[in-house]
């Protein structure tokens, strides 16, 4: 499927994210749940994937990173999201590159961006994003 349908089907359906490896997957979760459960649970959804998502930031593109996808549309997408992409050679189109993703009251970096923001590396990220999911209400 090409990516243009993939980001029809992102508006068209009002999802977060789809992911398509040879079946379409559509999610409605929050922030990076979504993609963390794929990539703790079911790697293989996301190994050669072509992933559209509203919105990347840095914890999110290391998910994707460390999922082995092959190629990614975002609405949005922060500067550190796509550096992961580029250093992992992962082809990204984005509308918008922001300097980070802002958190959903607009008061600040989102809490995830802000906790990767000194990883160097995708792997780095992914223990801290696990922490901060099962803390969450």
Avoid: Q
Avoid at 26 to 35: A, E, I, K, N, Q
Avoid at 81 to 110: D, K, S, W
């Amino acid at each position: 499927m090409t990516m243009r349908r993939l980001t029809e089907i992102l508006h068209g359906g009002g999802w977060s994210l789809v992911v398509d490896n040879g079946a379409i997957r559509t999610f409605s979760g929050r922030g990076v749940s979504d993609l963390y459960g794929l990539l703790t649970r079911e790697p293989e959804t996301l190994r050669g994937a072509s992933v559209a998502d509203k919105v990347v930031g840095k914890g999110a593109a290391a998910l994707m990173v460390l999922g082995g996808v092959k190629e990614v549309y975002a609405d949005v997408a922060s500067a550190p999201a796509l550096g992961l992409f580029a250093a992992a050679g992962i082809r990204v189109v984005c509308r918008e590159e922001v300097p980070h993703i802002v958190n959903r009251t607009r008061t600040g970096i989102c809490p995830v961006e802000r906790l990767c923001a000194d990883c160097r590396t995708a792997g780095e990220c992914l223990p801290r994003i696990g922490a901060f999911l099962e803390n969450l209400p």
